[in-house]
């Protein structure tokens, strides 16, 4: 059955919705685009060929499923609350609020009006770190205690750090520091830059201490979601193995020491198949296989049209996949991760009142 949504707000992020709809029509269809104003709702018809306009309620007549809201940190709650009001069933791109306070706002008002959200936390749906899950899942590492990501910022990091570590709302204490070094800019949002020029780069450095003797190591570069000179990096240490970047290490049954990497299954390098993403390997099984292949999608949108997909899920039977309350745990550490960074004083988390 088709996805069928409206997009509030247009920029990078709602971007992928609409790219994803035009590769996957069979999937997803947008009803209507909700800009500030009329101008901004014409230009975006002309540009993607499909129905916009600056008001909401002319939108939600077109009877989508759902509503994707992707519009800036500050005005995220008054909107959502809006859509609350309305019964409307909300997929939330930006993080739910811009501060603690806000947050716990919000999870009232989500009980009052029995909110239906969802958040788009994509990355535990990006093939690698769902091959990792599930490697985790059938018990090559043990229990995972301990684990370093210098990839993902904020609460990217911190969903990362929850899921792999098994971290349901317990408390944690949190250092943190941040530096500045000079690197080579290569790549961003705006594409490729030959020119040379050096910029400013933050390097945010944090560790959280939960209660239960878990610990995750934040490392991450303001550069390193695009940048070709700045890799990423993953450890994750269980009492029987770890994974390192793509290297698997772990005792089997009989206690002797197996090392095995990922292998990434592309269709189309060297040959002449259209290019798409097919699966993960690791050892003689396929821990993560594209549900969308063979659209032609990069790790990101396919974590980005899993969302939609769970979230019309949600919509038809209730089964969350990313809730508001999983949202707001993340966002509201990620708060206090920044916090601890910018500061640089030690910082510790109090229980919330969606953790209640």
Not at 304 to 333: R, W
Request: proline share 3%; net charge negative.
């Amino acid at each position: 059955m088709k996805a069928k949504f409206i997009v509030i707000g247009y920029g990078w992020r709602a971007d992928f919705y609409y790219r994803i709809a035009r590769m996957l029509p069979e999937q997803f269809e947008i009803c209507a685009g909700v800009l500030r104003t009329a101008e901004r709702a014409e230009e975006v018809s002309e540009k993607e060929g499909l129905f916009a306009t600056c008001d909401l309620e002319e939108a939600l007549a077109k009877k989508p499923d759902f509503a994707v809201l992707c519009v800036p940190r500050t005005i995220v709650k008054e909107y959502l609350v809006r859509l609350m009001e309305l019964q409307v069933p909300v997929l939330c791109e930006t993080p739910p609020g811009k501060d603690s306070a806000e947050l716990n706002e919000l999870w009232a008002e989500a009980q009052r009006l029995n909110g239906r959200v969802q958040v788009v936390e994509q990355y535990f749906l990006q093939p690698y770190y769902a091959g990792a899950l599930e490697v985790i899942k059938k018990g090559f590492l043990g229990e995972v205690s301990e684990v370093m990501l210098s990839a993902l910022h904020g609460y990217h990091a911190v969903s990362m750090y929850r899921k792999f570590l098994n971290i349901g709302y317990e408390n944690c204490t949190i250092q943190g520091q941040k530096f500045i070094s000079d690197v080579t800019a290569t790549n961003g949002r705006k594409g490729f830059d030959y020119s040379g020029k050096v910029v400013k780069m933050d390097r945010d450095w944090a560790a959280m201490s939960f209660e239960n003797g878990k610990t995750a190591f934040l490392d991450f570069g303001g550069e390193q979601y695009f940048s070709t000179i700045r890799t990423r990096r993953w450890n994750i240490r269980g009492v029987r193995g770890e994974i390192n970047d793509s290297t698997v290490r772990f005792l089997n049954r009989e206690n002797m020491p197996v090392q095995q990497d990922f292998r990434r299954m592309d269709i189309g390098i060297n040959n002449n198949s259209e290019w798409a993403h097919k699966g993960i390997m690791f050892l003689d099984e396929e821990v993560y296989a594209n549900p969308f292949y063979p659209a032609r999608l990069n790790d990101d949108e396919i974590a980005v049209a899993s969302c939609l997909c769970g979230m019309q899920e949600y919509v038809m039977t209730g089964k969350d996949f990313y809730p508001l309350k999983e949202a707001l745990q993340d966002t509201y550490l990620s708060f206090e991760m920044e916090r601890a960074i910018e500061s640089g004083e030690t910082v510790r988390t109090e229980t919330q009142s969606w953790a209640k």
